[in-house]
């Protein structure tokens, strides 16, 4: 579903990805790890055209996105991204804000779009919320509205940059059930956390970054138990 063969990228004169090779299948879930500033974030956003790559191959779902005859447009709404800071339109209701890209973008009829928006809303908890603003719900309760806007456009990959970094503890785990039951259902995702208990009980792998490098990937019971380079085990003892 996403390759990377040997991705660089730099910020003018900082190298910040370094020889990027990664496979990830459809319907697996990958989670991210790695200290800040080591190109998480950044490697996310290259994913679904946020970012440029300077050289190497990303090619998403058969699409190379390092192609100027790729549609950005078409190319992106098989992409949902989840970030830290939900980023809702404020003035927009949620029901608003999860049918807007349905309508304007796949051009669904507002009754269809409305229907679907319905369907994720339930599948998040919170189809009582539908007519309120996103300054009416708690933290936990946005993040779940954008979890649910994200999958109404039915992306082939769902990707998530730290979704609950920005939250109070007591709403963490309402946001991972969430994820944790997209990943049942089979959903492709790369997931950017700092949770480690998700990321031991969900993950197929783990990634670990360090200086714009992956240093280490693995299942998650080997690497949490057995990390073999210096850095990840360094990082572990600092996080665990
Ligand atoms: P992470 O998500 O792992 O914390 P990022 O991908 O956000 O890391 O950033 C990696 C490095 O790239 C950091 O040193 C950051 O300061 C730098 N960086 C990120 N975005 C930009 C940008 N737009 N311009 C220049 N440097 C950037
Ligand atoms: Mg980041």
Do not use: W
């Amino acid at each position: 579903m996403i390759t990377f063969r040997n991705v660089n990228k730099h910020y003018g004169d900082f190298h910040v990805l370094k020889d990027i090779n990664l496979e990830i299948n459809q319907g697996e879930v990958v989670v991210v790890i790695g200290p800040s500033g080591s190109g998480k974030s950044t490697m996310l956003r290259c994913i679904n055209c946020l970012e440029t790559i300077s050289d190497g191959e990303l090619v998403v779902g058969g699409t190379k996105v390092n192609n100027k005859h790729t549609n950005i447009n078409d190319f992106r709404r098989d992409i949902g991204m989840v970030f830290q800071h939900f980023n809702l339109y404020p003035h927009k209701t949620v029901l608003q804000n999860i049918t807007l890209a349905p309508i304007k973008v796949l051009g669904e009829d507002k009754a269809k779009a409305e229907e679907t928006a319905m369907y994720y809303l339930e599948k998040v908890g919170i189809p009582d919320k539908a007519n309120s603003y996103p300054s009416q719900l708690s933290g936990g309760q946005q993040q779940r509205v954008a979890i649910a806007r994200g999958l109404a456009m039915k992306p082939k990959v769902m990707l998530f940059d730290e979704p609950t970094s920005a939250l109070d503890p007591e709403m963490i785990g309402e946001v991972l059930e969430v994820m944790k039951s997209l990943a049942k259902e089979g959903m492709t995702m790369v997931v950017v956390t700092h949770e480690m208990g998700f990321a031991k009980e969900v993950a197929n792998r783990v990634v670990f970054m360090d200086e714009g490098r992956i240093v280490e990937e693995g299942k998650p019971i080997e690497f949490f138990e057995n990390p073999h380079e210096e850095r990840a085990k360094v990082f572990l003892k600092r996080v665990l």
